[in-house]
């Protein structure tokens, strides 16, 4: 029975864990990093890195380089439900790169190693057990690993988690659900869709589901997926994604695919767990629930995560310390430092997303300021409070509703221009004629009478050019628009007032 004893002990070699161990192994301690499955390993995620990854972590900018496969993301569009509104982002810089994930994270576990972690990947795990002074872990095949404090990296269903007792479970309503596929395509698909295409379409409450769909496009693949709430999954996902493919082909965006082989993922979607530490264990990524509940992306928590569990292990190996819980909630007061208040903004604006979807988008599309708060808050550009969110919301609500009624006013008055010159004239004629005479005949009992003269058509036109002005005010030659309108209006009152005059004269 083999038995070896370390500083640090990482379960699961995704990019949160391989984050943690390299950093700590730069420092001189012994660390081991372990993962079940068999490496380079393939991981269903759309694999879309947003720009700050690389300003936090220069020497991923290295790892991109030597990845023929990884593009740069230069711009994005998302659709409304309906799809009657979108909101477009073009950049000269890059928003983000796309990378393969099997390909990047193995990238990330040879840094790792190279920087003196030991790897051991195909690694079952029987049992871990929290002893008074180490955890011990023992595979399946009966070897036997001890750290002083192990970290749990293993996501959504960490193994480490429900063995410390920290998450038995995530609940329905803070986990997403996601199928999706990753399509080959050849050079002359790639060319024919250089016209058409984003780096990223995302369709918001596709199908009405709470959640999107997306298109990632890469080198020579084409990364296509659809996700929503566990606890609001009401259809067959798999027919959804179907009929998302075949509005994709509608729209021209992607070529003819074949539908096989679709891979599915869980995703914790809320704010991360109350507590994500305890004695001699901390989680970071996904087993943390550090994840954008927004847009679901998790790789610049995920590194972040492993950057600052690797900060506290080195502040206490360095200090001799031991890993109980009281030092090891260092670890919680930076990330929620780091980037706690940006998660909640985050999910704040989520609910206001489940408030009105088709909203969010059409602000987005009218509202410059509205876009770009939403893009980077999706993105992760700039932290933006929950109350500058809610404000620039409300605005834009009061601001487009009474830009919506003015124009339904409009419309009215449009609907009643086309009824006069539609054969309504001759009625609203009879009937004003017959009004004015009947209040005529109340008033002078019989004296000399004068009644209004009928709707002309001067007055009409009058009006029709006041309607065109306010609805098309580009259009408007005269420098001064609001002296035009009034100028109208003064016309139709001096008519009125002749008219009402010539009246009170007849009591």
């Avoid at 539908?259 to 001699?280: F, M, R, S």
């Avoid at 629930?289 to 206490?316: H, M, P, R």
């Avoid at 988008?361 to 999706?378: F, G, P, Q, S, T």
Wanted: charged fraction near 25%; glycine fraction near 6%.
């Amino acid at each position: 029975m083999d038995r070896n004893i370390f500083d640090v002990i990482i379960v699961g070699a995704g990019p949160a864990g391989s984050t943690a161990a390299k950093f700590i192994a730069e420092e001189g301690f012994k660390v081991l990093l372990i993962d079940r499955a068999k490496f380079p390993r393939n991981k269903p995620c759309g694999g879309a890195l947003t720009r700050r990854v690389i300003e936090r972590f220069p020497y991923i900018a290295e790892i991109l380089r030597k990845l023929l496969t990884s593009q740069e993301i230069f711009d994005g569009k998302i659709y409304s439900p309906s799809l009657k509104y979108s909101a477009e982002i073009v950049s000269e810089n890059p928003l983000g790169f796309m990378v393969f994930r099997d390909e990047f994270d193995y990238e990330l576990v040879k840094i790792a190693k190279n920087a003196g972690v030991e790897f051991i990947d195909d690694y079952h795990i029987k049992n871990v057990i929290f002893n008074k002074d180490s955890v011990r872990i023992r595979s399946k095949s009966d070897s036997i690993v001890e750290c002083k404090v192990i970290i749990g990296a293993d996501g959504v269903r960490s193994l480490i988690a429900k063995k410390s007792g920290l998450n038995l479970r995530w609940r329905p309503d803070q986990l997403g659900v996601c199928i999706l596929k990753e399509f080959e395509i050849n050079e002359d698909h790639i060319k024919h869709l250089q016209k058409h295409k984003k780096g990223i379409h995302i369709h918001i409450g596709f199908e009405n589901l709470y959640g999107y769909a997306w298109t990632f496009f890469k080198k020579n693949r084409i990364n296509i997926g659809i996700g929503c709430l566990l606890s609001e999954k009401k259809d067959n996902l798999k027919e959804v994604y179907h009929k998302y493919i075949a509005l994709l082909n509608e729209e021209g965006i992607i070529p003819d695919l074949k539908i096989e082989n679709l891979k599915g993922a869980l995703i914790p979607l809320k704010l991360p767990l109350k507590k994500t530490y305890g004695d001699k264990v901390l989680l970071i990524g996904d087993a943390a629930g550090f994840v954008n509940s927004l847009s679901g992306e998790g790789l610049y928590y995920a590194l972040s995560s492993g950057e600052i569990a690797a900060k506290t292990c080195i502040e206490i190996l360095k200090k001799g310390h031991s890993f109980s819980e009281k030092n090891l909630r260092l670890y919680q007061k930076l990330w929620l430092k780091d980037f706690g208040k940006e998660l909640k903004s985050i999910l704040f604006l989520r609910r206001f997303t489940r408030i009105w979807l088709e909203g969010i988008i059409k602000y987005a599309h009218l509202d410059e300021k509205w876009k770009n708060m939403i893009m980077n808050v999706i993105l992760g550009f700039k932290n933006i409070s929950k109350l500058t969110l809610a404000r620039r919301y409300m605005w834009c609500r009061f601001k487009f509703w009474v830009k919506d009624m003015f124009f339904a006013v409009i419309d009215a008055i449009s609907y009643v221009f086309n009824f006069y010159h539609y054969g309504g004239a001759k009625i609203l004629n009879q009937f004003v004629t017959g009004f004015e005479n009947l209040m005529i005949e109340i008033a002078t009992f019989g004296q000399n009478r004068l009644p209004f003269n009928n709707i002309k058509i001067e007055e009409l036109k009058i009006w029709e050019e006041i309607y065109e002005t306010i609805k098309n005010p580009k259009k408007n030659k005269e420098k001064n628009m609001l002296t035009y309108i009034f100028s109208r209006f003064k016309l139709i009152l001096n008519k009125f007032v002749e008219k009402l005059r010539i009246s009170i004269n007849t009591f």
